[in-house]
């Protein structure tokens, strides 16, 4: 489906949009209530009123992708941080965008928090019978 590196950055509009509109139309959106510039690289997310459409916005290089999805029944999730925050966009990543798309709600949905092992290196030395350390090698 739609595959993005980490640098990019997702931005959803909190508001509902009329997704009649096209390029132009979520640029301008993007440009002007948004307020952000949509020539970054980033996606920007926008929703109809009644929540079973969604359309993303990405340039890339030398143009514009626009992808389109229509549910044929539900709706997609409310993401919570759109509720509990002021501004015109809310930030998300790119598991909390595949998730929505997917049709989890991020509501209920619990994420496990994972820590990095500390990294060691191993002694690149060992002892012969005098005791020195010796490199192996």
Not at 26 to 51: E, K, M, S, W, Y
Not at 123 to 135: C, F, H, L, M
């Amino acid at each position: 489906m739609l595959s993005l590196p980490g640098s990019v950055r997702i931005f959803v509009a909190r508001k509902p949009v009329d997704l009649r509109k096209a390029f132009d139309g979520l640029c301008a959106i993007t440009r002007d209530a948004l307020q952000l510039d949509p020539f970054t690289g980033h996606v920007f997310v926008f929703f109809n009123r009644c929540r079973d459409r969604i359309k993303l916005l990405l340039w890339e290089r030398n143009g514009f992708w626009l992808f389109y999805k229509r549910l044929e029944r539900g709706t997609f999730a409310v993401l919570s941080d759109i509720a509990e925050r002021d501004g015109a966009h809310v930030e998300i990543d790119a598991r909390q965008l595949r998730l929505l798309l997917d049709g989890v709600d991020l509501k209920k949905l619990r994420f496990r928090k994972h820590f990095a092992r500390e990294i060691r290196l191993e002694d690149r030395t060992r002892r012969d019978g005098s005791g020195e350390p010796k490199a192996i090698g």
